[in-house]
Nanobody, 123 residues
C-alpha cells in the first residue's frame, strides 16, 4: 500500500505558476505509476497527466499540454506537477493517484489517492 499527501495548492493570478507536490509513504514508490487528476465544482474528475514507473515517461491531457509538467524524485518519494501559464479554467481540487499496474487516464485505473489540494486561479 501507499499513502499520498498533496501540497502546494493556493491562490494565483492568471498567467502565474504553481508547483504541486505529492509525497508518498512506503519503500516501493518507484514501482508505482503516478497520475494527476483534478475536479472542479459540479464537474467530474478529469485526467491531467501521468508519469510511469521505470523510465518516467509522461503524457498529458490536451488542455494542459505545453503548460504543465510532471516529474518524480524516487529518492524523495515525491511526484511533482509544475503548472505554468495558469488559466481560470485550471481552478480545481488537484489529486495525485498511484497504481502498480496501470499508467492510465481514467480514475478507475488507480488504486490509491491523496486527499487533494485546492488550486484557485483568479482572472
Amino acid at each position: 500500500q501507499v499513502q499520498l499527501v498533496e501540497s502546494g495548492g493556493g491562490l494565483v493570478q492568471a498567467g502565474g505558476s504553481l508547483r504541486l507536490s505529492c509525497a508518498a509513504s512506503g519503500r516501493t514508490f518507484s514501482n508505482y505509476n503516478m497520475g494527476w487528476f483534478r475536479q472542479a465544482p459540479g464537474k467530474e474528475r478529469e485526467f491531467v497527466g501521468a508519469i510511469s514507473n521505470g523510465r518516467g515517461s509522461t503524457y498529458y491531457a490536451d488542455s494542459v499540454k505545453g503548460r504543465f509538467t510532471i516529474s518524480r524524485d524516487n529518492a524523495k518519494n515525491t511526484v511533482y506537477l509544475q503548472m505554468n501559464s495558469l488559466k481560470s479554467e485550471d481552478t480545481a481540487v488537484y489529486y495525485c493517484a498511484a497504481d502498480l499496474r496501470w499508467y492510465g487516464s481514467t480514475p478507475g485505473e488507480y488504486d490509491y489517492w491523496g486527499q487533494g489540494t485546492q488550486v484557485t486561479v483568479s482572472s
